[in-house]
């Protein structure tokens, strides 16, 4: 798996590459959006190996 500094210079080079000129802000929203996408395939990558859940009564308080 690509670490996330490769993936923020792959998709920098692409658009500079295209012609795009990216200011701090294009910067800022680039950076948070690839770590938001890693975060939710981590999260995705716990539920699906996460066993499966077993709901089991209380026992009685007395």
Known sequence: MLDRQTIEQALISA???QGFTLDDK???ELRTSVAASLA???RHKQRMTAPAYQWKK???RR
């Open 15 to 17: 658009a500079r590459q």
């Open 26 to 28: 294009d910067l800022l």
């Open 40 to 42: 939710a395939k981590e």
């Open 58 to 60: 209380p026992a009685p």
